[in-house]
């Protein structure tokens, strides 16, 4: 029997330690004076964090909506069991990004990689802070530089051509039905490999199964993408057991094939001294100028890939099912395009850059589904930040800042009837004015907006094109389509077959 009390005592305490543990932090944003939900045990007050049954940013839209109301322009949230803030006023975003950027310089994927155990992962400027960030972005950011993209548009437009012709071949073979989010994985992979490696993809090819670069490509952003979660399950935990076991955030089978992958590419341009002004020439020049390591490249070029595979792709499939939802908006940006072709039937990069429904038709887009729906930032500095009724608010290093993007793009008052396709709303160059108010910022915005956005955009923008002035394209099914509860990049759930009538008979 007292063996039996013990137990039992023991066991109370432990359950009131962890319990303590687990609310030590509740009163935290009552004692500053800021106001915010009430947490629960374990869940916070972003309970999709642990259900996993609606997406970060549809959460984030109901706090802001909430509150906004209230006139708070920033509320104390708890992620699991940390504080954390969120922020309400779009001009406070703008502040955190742009203007204090000295005192919010870290983002919360810094807490993603695994150190110790990694090399690759640690190389994406996204995953650091401090001077480390600063020259990681800096190396990366030469090689996208506006000229050097310039100079690969003639690799796209290769792309371009075989893009028609897999879809021509294809949709002969399936009633001119294509589910469209494989198909723009394939054309960006080509992209991204040939530009990063000069390596031919071959994920285009109708007859060939892919080669190993899709499968790899597709292993690199799904199993990484999946760890973001249990980030933060590992919020619940104290940062001793985090560190200890914490796993790799890259899966080591990418890592070795990208290893080689580089290796190969490498020696094969310097072999045949093939003068291309691509990603990879730019590395080689790197390397002889600052001896960066073979590591480092790999780091780079897995950075490149990593940010720039799903994204832009996504963004196109959007593009392209909006459009074939809505013919109107379609047949418009069809006879901008037609417009501009030169007497190849192609349009010039300096054109198609500055194509303005086709922006419009892209931002509309990324308003509607804002890839990265939620920007962080760490608070690297200490600061203060003013809330209502110029209440200053002490925010020490360490303080992680969510700003809810996605709440901001489809906010009623600035975007009348959110839910509609209408790239009108952009119209006489809106979207600067947008984003100076803290509307409008699908890339992010300050030092560290989006290191790839040129190469994200002629991705996605030559694709578009050179499907809009081949083909028809059309809604193959009646389905209404959510986005998808689970995902990091916001998007749109299952497979989205279209149509593609040729316009070429
Ligand atoms: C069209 C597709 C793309 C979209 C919508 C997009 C969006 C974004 C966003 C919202 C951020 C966070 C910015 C912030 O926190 O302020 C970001 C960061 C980043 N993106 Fe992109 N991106 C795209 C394509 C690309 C491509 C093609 C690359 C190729 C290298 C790339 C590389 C990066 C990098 C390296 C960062 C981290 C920047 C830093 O922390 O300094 N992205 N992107």
Same mark, same amino acid.
């Given at each position: 029997?007292?063996?039996?009390?013990?137990?039992?005592?023991?066991?109370?305490?432990?359950?009131?330690? !962890?319990? !303590?543990?687990?609310?030590?932090?509740?009163?935290?944003?009552?004692?500053?004076?800021?106001?915010?939900?009430?947490?629960?045990?374990?869940?916070?007050?972003?309970?999709?964090?642990?259900?996993?049954?609606?997406?970060?940013?549809?959460?984030?839209?109901?706090?802001?909506?909430?509150?906004?109301?209230?006139?708070?322009?920033?509320?104390?949230?708890?992620?699991?069991?940390?504080?954390?803030?969120?922020?309400?006023?779009?001009?406070?975003?703008?502040?955190?990004?742009?203007?204090?950027?000295?005192?919010?310089?870290?983002?919360?994927?810094?807490?993603?990689?695994?150190?110790?155990?990694?090399?690759?992962?640690?190389?994406?400027?996204?995953?650091?802070?401090?001077?480390?960030?600063?020259?990681?972005?800096?190396?990366?950011?030469?090689?996208?530089?506006?000229?050097?993209?310039?100079?690969?548009?003639?690799?796209?437009?290769?792309?371009?051509?075989?893009?028609?012709?897999?879809?021509?071949?294809?949709?002969?073979?399936?009633?001119?039905?294509?589910?469209?989010?494989?198909?723009?994985?394939?054309?960006?992979?080509?992209?991204?490999?040939?530009?990063?490696?000069?390596?031919?993809?071959?994920?285009?090819?109708?007859?060939?199964?892919?080669?190993? /670069?899709?499968?790899?490509?597709?292993?690199?952003?799904?199993?990484?993408?999946?760890?973001?979660?249990?980030?933060?399950?590992?919020?619940?935990?104290?940062?001793?057991?985090?560190?200890?076991?914490?796993?790799?955030?890259?899966?080591?089978?990418?890592?070795?094939?990208?290893?080689?992958?580089?290796?190969?590419?490498?020696?094969?341009?310097?072999?045949?001294?093939?003068?291309?002004?691509?990603f990879l020439n730019y590395l080689i020049q790197l390397q002889e100028k600052k001896f960066i390591s073979h590591m480092n490249m790999v780091g780079h070029s897995a950075t490149v890939l990593l940010d720039g595979?799903?994204?832009?792709?996504?963004v196109m499939a959007h593009t392209l099912y909006f459009l074939a939802n809505n013919q109107t908006s379609q047949n418009k940006l069809r006879e901008e395009i037609m417009a501009n072709l030169d007497k190849n039937?192609?349009?010039?990069?300096?054109?198609?850059?500055?194509?303005?429904?086709?922006?419009?038709?892209?931002?509309?887009t990324l308003r509607l589904i804002t890839l990265i729906s939620v920007a962080t930032r760490i608070c690297s500095e200490e600061t203060t930040l003013e809330n209502r009724k110029g209440h200053k608010v002490k925010?020490?290093?360490? /303080?992680?800042?969510?700003?809810?993007?996605?709440?901001?793009?489809?906010?009623?008052?600035?975007?009348?009837?959110?839910?509609?396709?209408?790239?009108?709303?952009?119209?006489?160059?809106?979207?600067?004015?947008?984003?100076?108010?803290?509307?409008?910022?699908?890339?992010?915005?300050?030092?560290?907006?989006?290191?790839?956005?040129?190469?994200?955009?002629?991705?996605?923008?030559?694709?578009?094109?050179?499907?809009?002035?081949?083909?028809?394209?059309?809604?193959?099914?009646?389905?209404?389509?959510?986005?998808?509860?689970?995902?990091?990049?916001?998007?749109?759930?299952?497979?989205?077959?279209?149509?593609?009538?040729?316009?070429?008979?």
């Open positions: 029997m007292a063996i039996f009390i013990l137990i039992l005592c023991c066991l109370s305490a432990v359950l009131g330690a !962890i319990y !303590i543990y687990l609310s030590w932090n509740f009163n935290f944003w009552k004692k500053r004076g800021v106001a915010g939900p009430e947490p629960k045990l374990i869940l916070g007050t972003i309970p999709c964090i642990i259900k996993k049954n609606r997406n970060l940013a549809f959460e984030l839209q109901d706090l802001y909506e909430k509150y906004k109301k209230t006139g708070e322009r920033f509320i104390g949230v708890f992620m699991t069991r940390n504080p954390q803030i969120l922020v309400i006023d779009p001009l406070l975003a703008r502040e955190v990004m742009v203007t204090n950027f000295k005192c919010f310089r870290g983002n919360e994927q810094t807490l993603w990689v695994n150190r110790k155990l990694e090399e690759v992962s640690t190389m994406n400027p996204f995953m650091n802070s401090g001077s480390i960030w600063k020259e990681l972005r800096s190396d990366v950011i030469g090689g996208l530089s506006p000229q050097r993209i310039k100079q690969a548009y003639p690799i796209a437009l290769e792309i371009c051509k075989k893009l028609t012709n897999y879809v021509k071949a294809h949709s002969q073979k399936s009633d001119g039905k294509i589910e469209v989010k494989s198909l723009c994985y394939k054309y960006t992979i080509e992209i991204i490999s040939d530009f990063v490696w000069g390596v031919n993809a071959d994920a285009l090819n109708i007859d060939e199964p892919p080669n190993q /670069m899709l499968k790899m490509a597709r292993k690199l952003v799904d199993d990484s993408f999946m760890k973001i979660g249990l980030h933060y399950l590992w919020g619940l935990a104290p940062p001793i057991f985090r560190t200890l076991f914490a796993g790799r955030f890259y899966p080591i089978e990418t890592d070795n094939f990208y290893t080689k992958v580089q290796k190969d590419a490498v020696e094969m341009r310097l072999r045949n001294k093939t003068d291309r002004s691509d595979f799903e994204t832009a792709a996504t039937g192609c349009i010039s990069y300096d054109v198609l850059v500055e194509l303005p429904y086709l922006e419009q038709c892209i931002n509309e925010i020490e290093p360490g /303080m992680v800042v969510h700003i809810p993007t996605y709440s901001f793009h489809n906010d009623p008052e600035v975007y009348p009837k959110p839910g509609d396709y209408t790239p009108e709303r952009f119209d006489n160059g809106r979207a600067k004015e947008l984003n100076q108010k803290g509307h409008f910022f699908p890339f992010g915005d300050g030092p560290r907006i989006c290191a790839g956005m040129k190469l994200g955009q002629l991705e996605a923008k030559a694709g578009i094109v050179e499907i809009l002035k081949n083909f028809y394209v059309k809604k193959a099914d009646n389905y209404e389509r959510f986005i998808d509860p689970a995902s990091f990049l916001l998007g749109l759930c299952g497979d989205i077959f279209l149509e593609f009538e040729s316009i070429q008979k």
